[in-house]
């Protein structure tokens, strides 16, 4: 059975729909300024399908529970919106004023309707306050599970243009990388090597490390895995940047790169790249 908050405040939503919207328009448009005004319309759209479908949950006798079920359809709708506002960058208490900013304009009515009865009054305003909270805090979790996900791409976006594979020469690839190389970064980087491999049939890797700080266990491990992707995919690989630090922490660290064909300079590396592949290059001098 409804009760009599529920029954008061369906009957409010569905008499003054309109009333309440441009209360709430004007209330979210004051509260956020020119970001909120920049995309009025669409935010007209949005609260006009929100006050739709909150009436018809109300309507429906659903609990107060907004977990539950009745209320799957308000919840996909503050997730667009959330979402939509994570995206273009808003922030998640900005977010949660969708919903907030209706709380006034509510409120507003329902002291008219219950003038008279002051105790049933405090009752709905708490009622309907609670109600409201939740559905803001949803959207402000929502929000930062979308913000996460945007920073996790764009972290990922990074890492790839970190890490460009650039083919020097017929059959000579080389990959210049510059700051701390993790898990994640390898991965990265290994799959655009093998990518670039597959793509040119290079013969010849160069890995240049100029840039990469330092050289722990940890880099060096991550190095040779790349090393034998290469070679599995048919392309041998030259590690060039090993300055004399580096040349001393890799010694210290006992790493094994008796195999693997080291330069100062990536000059030098790509003199012997040609060398290996047949290739040379002549100088002509003019008459």
């Known amino acids: 059975m409804t009760s009599a908050r529920t029954a008061t405040l369906g009957l409010i939503l569905n008499q003054h729909h309109q009333s309440l919207l441009d209360d709430w328009i004007r209330t979210l448009t004051a509260k956020l300024g020119r970001k909120e005004k920049s995309g009025e319309f669409e935010i007209r759209r949005q609260a006009e399908q929100f006050l739709t479908l909150l009436a018809r949950t109300v309507d429906s006798g659903a609990s107060d529970d907004t977990d539950g079920s009745d209320w799957g359809d308000v919840r996909h709708l503050l997730g667009e919106v959330s979402r939509t506002r994570a995206l273009q960058g808003f922030s998640s208490l900005d977010t949660a004023s969708f919903v907030f900013a209706l709380k006034e304009p509510l409120f507003g009515h329902l002291r008219t309707a219950l003038s008279e ?43 790839e243009l970190s890490t460009p594979v650039v083919q020097l020469w017929q059959n000579v690839l080389a990959l210049p990388l510059i700051g701390t190389l993790d898990s ?19 013969m010849i ?19 040779l895995k790349t090393i034998a992707a290469a070679r599995l995919m048919g392309a041998d690989c030259i590690i060039s940047g090993i300055r004399p630090q580096i040349a001393q922490t ?23 790249a040609l060398k290996k592949t047949g290739s040379r290059i002549t100088v002509q001098h003019a008459e």
């Open 117 to 159: 009865q002051p105790l049933v009054l405090a009752q709905e305003i708490a009622a309907t306050s609670s109600l409201f909270d939740r559905l803001g805090l949803y959207t402000i979790e929502v929000h930062q599970k979308a913000r996460e996900q945007v920073i996790l791409r764009q972290q990922q976006e990074l890492l």
């Open 184 to 202: 994640a970064r390898t991965q990265v980087v290994m799959e655009s090597l093998l990518q670039k491999i597959v793509e040119t049939g290079a």
């Open 205 to 223: 890797a160069i890995i240049d490390i100029t840039g990469v700080p330092t050289v722990d266990t940890l880099v060096a491990q991550h190095l």
């Open 250 to 272: 890799i010694v210290h660290l006992g790493v094994n790169l008796e195999d693997v064909t080291t330069k100062a300079t990536l000059a030098d590396a790509f003199m012997v």
